[in-house]
């Protein structure tokens, strides 16, 4: 059984930053690619970044640009997305999802392409 779960949510103050913890069990990060998605209240799921998992070629999504950063530790069965610089604005349930090998440079924003998600974890930027 397949399992994903995100640690690391937390408050911060503006221009704080945070690092986001995504286990997998159950699946093997040699095999499965991991995107990084965001919903805010009353906002649509947002793909943040994807890193594939032959080459760890990343793709960023326009949120993500400049600010975060995506890694994998394939013994550790581990992903980690790095917030930097947070706003109110970045205030939102945060989700790691897994697909089979690679992100796809133009489906990796897409919801329907990844198998496996986890519950989320809460970041709220707030003063």
């Known amino acids: 059984q397949v399992q994903l779960m995100e640690s690391g949510g937390a408050l911060v103050q503006p221009g704080g930053s945070l690092k986001l913890t995504c286990e997998v069990s159950?699946?093997?990060?040699?095999?499965?690619?991991v995107g990084w998605f965001r919903q805010a209240p009353g906002k649509e799921r947002e793909a943040l970044l994807c890193?594939?998992?032959?080459?760890?070629?990343?793709h960023y999504g326009e949120s993500a640009k400049g600010r975060f950063l995506i890694d994998s530790d394939h013994v550790k069965h581990m992903a980690y997305l790095y917030l930097s610089n947070l706003q109110p604005t970045d205030t939102a349930v945060y989700y790691c999802?897994?697909?089979?090998?690679?992100?796809?440079?133009?489906?990796?924003?897409?919801?329907?392409?990844?198998?496996?998600w986890g519950q989320g974890t809460q970041v709220t930027v707030s003063s």
């Open positions: 890193i594939s998992a032959s080459d760890g070629r990343v």
């Open positions: 999802a897994i697909k089979q090998y690679a992100c796809g440079s133009t489906t990796y924003t897409s919801e329907r392409t990844y198998d496996y």
């Open positions: 159950g699946a093997s990060l040699d095999e499965y690619a």
